[in-house]
């Protein structure tokens, strides 16, 4: 049973930060490249950030680039996501997702998904 659980999401004033948290079980994690996505109300999920499975390379998309870091422990099968610089159109439930073996800025073939974690930016 792969099982992907979220943290760290909460409500943060505007340029503040916060740490997202994925930990995962359930799966060979070295094996997976991991994503971050997001969705706010009434609006499509869409990609934030991807990273390979070793962890050697990583991919934003344009709107939280400079911003935003990916990274992962795989010792630990966790992998984060360290907002800076928030702004309140980041605000949105952030998940979590596994997709074997190469990255996508496409939520096709990320097999395995987290509950989501909201994040909250004030103005």
């Known amino acids: 049973q792969v099982q992907l659980v979220e943290s760290g999401g909460g409500l943060v004033q505007a340029g503040g930060s916060l740490r997202l948290s994925c930990a995962a079980s359930?799966?060979?994690?070295?094996?997976?490249?991991m994503g971050w996505f997001r969705q706010a109300p009434g609006k499509e999920r869409e990609f934030v950030a991807t990273?390979?499975?070793?962890?050697?390379?990583?991919y934003y998309a344009d709107s939280v680039k400079g911003r935003f870091t990916i990274s992962r422990d795989n010792a630990k099968n966790a992998v984060y996501l360290q907002m800076n610089s928030l702004k309140p159109g980041d605000t949105a439930v952030y998940f979590c997702?596994?997709?074997?073996?190469?990255?996508?800025?496409?939520?096709?073939?990320?097999?395995?998904w987290g509950q989501g974690t909201q994040v909250t930016v004030s103005s």
């Open positions: 359930g799966l060979t994690f070295s094996s997976y490249a």
């Open positions: 997702a596994a997709r074997p073996g190469s990255g996508s800025i496409s939520r096709l073939g990320y097999d395995a």
């Open positions: 990273i390979t499975g070793s962890g050697g390379s990583t």
